[in-house]
Structure formats: structure tokens, C-alpha cells
């Protein structure tokens, strides 16, 4: 869609709900497991869950802690008091009719997250995060006769589910990606949530309106719905924001609704009417007492927080010397920064910007090769069965000049695979590379020999033919000659003839 031709400059107000599944073994308000994904329909159900009468919740502890160690991590303020409420409203897939989450005393409150957006910094204010609980799955289906009809799975119902609040502070479609990256980062850092958007277990809705550039007035909230990714977002807001603008041009006026993303046609369409929050009917929870936030609970759960995906970040570039962009990738996940920094533990004698570079480069190229050929992630502390040892192993005889990048690609491909040790490897293949003169020479003759055209080429001042020459000792040697000391022979016995 294309907006009109109008005068008027328009400010983009975008703010965002995130709900994020919390990696607890349990339910919210009671003890069925959470590990529903592949689970037959309605196997993980209890009368809790299933919202049978005379039944009580019982709050799940982990996933409060999950709470207030997200809201540290985004610089909340945790109340010493926070409570639950009722959630009215009359979805099929809500099993008691109401859901029971938090209003107006949450967990955490007014916390902010940096995002980076085109190399600015920019800060998007956090309003609260607080708790819930998730909802049940329908299924729609159609029978032979083509009429449609739902089925209801209860067992995603009651899993905990966090809802991360943002200010309407992004000013542009591109900054809800970039936030939602950003957080994303931060919960699987933490572990408190898988954060994958495909799977359903990390979800967005976002809140959007335009105004006239210099004004204050908002012309009308859109809530838009079924996100599944960072790049549906992206074109969900970015068609959003352009058709809210050609109904202004068209005389028109932005309806308060629910719209949903059909990502096929490209467009948002009218779901429903956007409730207000006096429509939900909130109130206290009544099975459920208000919970007391002690600063000696909050002060032990902040002990808890890992170094976060910014800090970590600035610090590769500081103390290692990466770029930025090298920084970024090696803090992408957890796991892949402390594969790093243990990988540069064992080249203790080798510490510097030097040995970084190096083990950047090799974690960034062939390691993350061989995961992606493998269709594997990166664990903590191993990739397939490769170690951070055997990787400094790797970078030290290359250094070294123990044996060549060829060499080194084909045992870091067999560690990953077996995990055998790197230098019993090369004992038992006899892969170290030849770097002595004397050794090296009489292959280079053999060579040149061998191949008297490409010689000759070269003599005529054809340089390609050196290489060639370079690969034929390189074969001759099973790939165990030093390339550099290679050339050297081969640039004077040619030279010299």
C-alpha cells in the first residue's frame, strides 16, 4: 500500500507487548509440566488448569523469580508488594472465563532497554512486567463436508507467561525489530525464556497511531496481533503505519480496533473492537494473597544476573580488540560467548588482541560451518562434540606453524564429529606440517619437474602458474607443507634457472 500525496508530516507512535513463556518445569498455578509441545492434546491437565470448580492456584515461586530477574535485568523497580487480579473475558480458549495476571500492582515497573537502531543508541522506557497465565490452543479444522468447526488443547493452558510492557517510544517501524532483538537477547541470556517467536513461545503485539508532526493529540490506537516473526513485524507495522495515513488523506478517521497480520496478503485486517481496560472488569484475585517483594529476595536474585548481551558486548571490543560487528556475532547467544572467552582460557600463554582475532575467526567460519551443515546449535561448552580445547589447540599449531589451514579445517571437522583429541590426531596421521627447508626441497624439484609447462610460465612472467605449482607440492605432501615456505622454494628454484 502506498500512501497518498498530502502535505501533512505525520509522527509514528509505537509501543509493544511482549508475552514471553517462562522455561519453568511447571504450570503457574499448579504442578503440570510444561513440556506440552509434542504432548498429545489435554494430557498435561489438572481441574486447576482445566478451570474446574472449587479449586485453588497455588503461585509457582520460579516463575516470580523468572519475573523480577527480567525486570533487573531491564533497570525495573521492584515494589515490595505486588498482587494478582482477575482478567474478564469470554474466549473459548480461556477455561474459567477469566485469566489470572496482574494490574495494578505488577512485579516490576518503570525500567528501560538501549537498542541500537541504524549505530544510534536509543532508549525505550519499560512500563512494568508482570505475570500471567497462558491460555488453551484451538485448532480449527474442517469437516468432509467443508463445514468448520474447533477443536480446544488445554495443554498450553496455565503455562507462565510474562508480559514485558514498552512506553509508545519507537518513532518507526524499524525500531520494533531492533527492540525486540535486543530483548529477546536478554531473556535467553538469562534463561528464563526460549524466546522463539516461530514456536509461539515468544509473541508480540504492538500498539500503533500517527499524529500530525508537532502535535500531541494521538488520531486513534490500532492494536495489531499475529506476529510470528521479526520480519512480519516489520512489514505488519510498515503497512499499519501507511494505511492509518491514506485514511487520514482520504478524509477519514483511525478506528480504535484489533487488527490481525495476514502475512500472505500483506496486509492487517479488522479483528475487533480494541477493549479498553475497564472493559476486562478487573479485580483482586481472591484465591490468591498479595505477595510481599523483600529487598533481601530482590538483592539475591540480582546476585543471580549474568553479564547482559550490552555489557558483554562492549567489553570483547574493549578488552579483546574485536569490531563491533565481531563483538556482536560472538555475543549473539550465551553459549557462543562463553565458548569464546573459554576457548581464550586455554591460550593462556597467548592472551591478546592476536589470539582473539584468531579464535574469532575460527569460531565465526568453521565452526559455525560445521553447525550449520549439521543442522545443529551451539551448546554451552561444546559444538557437536567440539571443545574450547580443541579449538585453542587448533589456533596454537597453526601459529605455531605446526600444521597449515587446510590441515587444521580437516581435524576440527573430525573433532566435531568424534571428538577425538587434536594432537593425537596429527600423532597418529603424521599431519604436521613440513616447515623445514632441506625436507621441503626435494619435493619442489620433483614438482617442477613434473610440470616443466608451468614452470615455464612462470619464467615468462605468468604468476597464476605459481599457484598451481604451490597446490602440486601441497598435494604431493597430503596438504602438510608450509604454503609460504612452498613459494619460497619454488620463486628461487625458478628464478634461479
Same mark, same amino acid.
Given at each position: ?165 514498552? #512506553? *509508545? %517510544? ?6 520494533? =525489530?531492533?527492540?525486540?532483538? +535486543?530483548? /529477546? @537477547?536478554? $531473556?535467553?541470556? &538469562? ?93 483482586? #484475585? *481472591? %484465591? ?6 523483600? =529487598?533481601?529476595?530482590?538483592? +539475591?536474585? /540480582? @546476585?543471580? $544476573?549474568?553479564? &547482559? ?116 590426531? &596429527? ?71
Amino acid at each position: 500500500m502506498s500512501a497518498l500525496k498530502t502535505d501533512v508530516q505525520y509522527e509514528v507512535i509505537i509501543g509493544l507487548e511482549v508475552h514471553a513463556q517462562l522455561l519453568t518445569r511447571s504450570k503457574m498455578f499448579c504442578p503440570c509440566s510444561t513440556d506440552y509441545v509434542n504432548a498429545p492434546p489435554n494430557s498435561h491437565v489438572c481441574p486447576v488448569c482445566l478451570g474446574m470448580p472449587g479449586v485453588l492456584p497455588v503461585i509457582n515461586r520460579q516463575a516470580v523469580e523468572f519475573t523480577i530477574m527480567t525486570g533487573l535485568a531491564l533497570s525495573c523497580e521492584v515494589p515490595s508488594a505486588a498482587k494478582f487480579d482477575r482478567k474478564n473475558y469470554p474466549y473459548p480458549d480461556l477455561m474459567k472465563g477469566y485469566q489470572i495476571s496482574e494490574y495494578d500492582m505488577p512485579l516490576c515497573q518503570r525500567g528501560f532497554l538501549e537498542v541500537d537502531v541504524d549505530g544510534e543508541a536509543k532508549r525505550i522506557g519499560i512500563t512494568r512486567v508482570h505475570l500471567e497465565e497462558d491460555v488453551a490452543k484451538l485448532l480449527h479444522r474442517r469437516n468432509e463436508a467443508g463445514e468448520s468447526y474447533s477443536l480446544i488443547d488445554v495443554n498450553r493452558s496455565g503455562v507462565p507467561l510474562m508480559e514485558i510492557v514498552s #512506553e *509508545p %517510544d519507537m518513532r518507526s517501524p524499524e525500531e520494533a =525489530p531492533a527492540y525486540l532483538m +535486543e530483548l /529477546r @537477547q536478554i $531473556l535467553q541470556y &538469562l534463561g528464563v525464556s526460549a524466546g522463539n517467536m516461530e514456536e509461539g513461545n515468544f509473541r508480540c503485539d504492538a500498539n500503533v497511531s500517527i499524529r500530525p508532526l508537532g502535535t500531541r493529540e494521538l488520531l486513534g490506537k490500532v492494536e495489531v496481533k499475529n506476529m510470528n516473526s521479526f520480519r512480519a513485524v516489520y512489514r505488519a507495522l510498515a503497512y499499519e503505519v501507511e494505511r492509518q495515513k491514506e485514511v487520514l488523506a482520504q478524509g477519514g478517521r483511525i478506528v480504535q480496533e484489533t487488527r490481525g497480520w495476514v502475512e500472505e496478503l500483506g496486509q492487517t485486517i479488522p479483528q475487533r473492537t480494541k477493549e479498553y481496560a475497564h472493559d476486562y472488569r478487573y479485580f483482586p #484475585e *481472591p %484465591d490468591l494473597a498479595p505477595m510481599h517483594i523483600s =529487598p533481601e529476595w530482590v538483592e +539475591e536474585i /540480582r @546476585q543471580r $544476573l549474568p553479564e &547482559l548481551p550490552a555489557q558483554r558486548r562492549q567489553r570483547f571490543q574493549r578488552e579483546y580488540g574485536l569490531s563491533p560487528y565481531e563483538a556482536a556475532l560472538l555475543t549473539e547467544t550465551r553459549a557462543r560467548a562463553e565458548f569464546f572467552e573459554a576457548t581464550l582460557q586455554h591460550l593462556a600463554d597467548q592472551q591478546g588482541p592476536k589470539a582473539a582475532k584468531a579464535v574469532s575467526n575460527w569460531m565465526l567460519g568453521d565452526v559455525a560451518r560445521l553447525l550449520n551443515e549439521a543442522g545443529q546449535e551451539l551448546e554451552p561448552g561444546r559444538a557437536g562434540r567440539l571443545t574450547p580445547k580443541h579449538v585453542a589447540e587448533v589456533a596454537v599449531a597453526v601459529d605455531t606453524g605446526q600444521i597449515n589451514t587446510v590441515t587444521a579445517k580437516t581435524l576440527l571437522g573430525d573433532a566435531f564429529r568424534t571428538g577425538q583429541e587434536i594432537g593425537q590426531m &596429527l600423532a597418529q596421521r603424521g599431519l604436521t606440517q613440513i616447515s623445514d627447508e632441506a625436507a621441503l626441497a626435494a619435493v619442489v624439484d620433483q614438482v617442477i619437474a613434473a610440470n616443466p609447462k608451468a614452470a615455464a610460465d612462470y619464467r615468462f612472467g605468468k604468476a597464476e602458474a605459481l599457484k598451481f605449482l604451490i597446490g602440486q607440492v601441497m598435494r604431493e605432501t597430503r596438504g602438510r607443507a608450509h604454503p609460504g615456505l612452498a613459494g619460497d622454494l619454488l620463486e628461487r628454484r625458478l628464478g634461479g634457472a
